[in-house]
């Protein structure tokens, strides 16, 4: 069963999500190279392209809270610092860097880190949102 | 220093966003459905941020190789929606190359445009070559 989401109100800067734990199965990682046509032989047979362990990072961050209607992704930064290989687990850390108003917006940054079983940091960085203030 | 890397060009598929979607489990209408892209004011549906980039990170892979997945960072600002139809032209020109003692960073400025050459995506990568 999935976790009760948070509701954005109450989100504030320095927040920790609770980590969520997921795997780069083969049939995920098949999909996600088809949807972006990455044919590059250096993935075969079993390595997986950074900005997928990026998108299931983002995907279990997205299911913590609530993303209101309007926001927008507006910047990404991300730092790869080791393979990720298919059926590896990974568990991804998500924070609350800064929620600030400015005018009619709010502006959101989540941080990320992603760790694979062995605790080696696979993947670092942070997401920018902006969102139309109620 | 000044080093334009090969352009790549791609074409954004309604196909590939719906695959994205599946893949990602981002569902969101504006990429799926036309009708409330409409709604949205943005002239029907747009592709994921995420997808694009995920096209640029692969231009670096085949410029950079294992080097980009165990040592390249982006530092990106989505400026405006691609959408299906659109060719995206991505394109780097190498800025800075700084020798250290176990490899190398080469600094890149990183741009994504549509056919129309509006900017889609636009920013920065480094990569430690070893």
């Known amino acids: 069963m999935s976790e009760q989401q948070i509701k954005y ?31 590059n032989i250096l993935y075969q ?35 790869f610092m080791n393979i990720v290989e298919i059926d590896d687990t990974l568990t991804s850390y998500c924070r609350v860097s800064r929620k600030v108003a400015r005018g009619k917006f709010q502006m959101l940054t ?24 109620n | 220093m000044g080093m334009i890397l090969p352009e790549t060009k791609i074409v954004v598929t309604q196909e590939h966003v719906k695959m994205y979607a599946e893949t990602s489990g981002d569902f969101n209408p504006i990429h799926l459905d036309p009708v409330f892209g409409e709604k949205m004011g943005l002239g029907g549906t747009v592709a994921h941020g995420m997808l694009i980039l995920a096209y640029l990170s692969a231009c670096m892979t085949d410029h950079f190789g294992r080097d980009w997945l165990t040592g390249g ?10 959408r299906p139809g659109d060719i995206i032209s991505i394109s780097a020109s190498v800025t800075k190359i700084v020798p250290e003692a176990e490899f190398t960073s080469v600094f890149c400025d990183v741009l994504c445009q549509n056919q129309k050459n509006e900017t889609v995506i636009t920013g920065d990568t480094k990569v430690r070559i070893r």
């Open chain 2, 73 to 82: 960072s982006l530092n990106i600002r989505f400026k405006a929606p691609a």
């Open chain 1, 45 to 79: 047979p079993d390595i997986v392209p950074p900005m997928a362990v990026a998108a299931l990072a983002m995907m279990a961050m997205s299911e913590k809270f609530e993303l209101l209607p309007g926001t927008v992704h507006v910047s990404q930064q991300l730092d």
């Open chain 1, 110 to 133: 989540i941080g990320i880190k992603v760790l694979n079983q062995r605790q080696d940091n696979v993947l670092a960085g942070e997401i920018g949102f902006i969102l139309p203030m």
């Open chain 1, 9 to 39: 109100e109450e989100l504030n800067t320095g927040f920790e999500f609770s980590p969520s734990i997921f795997k780069m199965d083969s049939y995920t990682v098949k999909s996600y190279l088809e949807a972006t046509e990455d044919r």
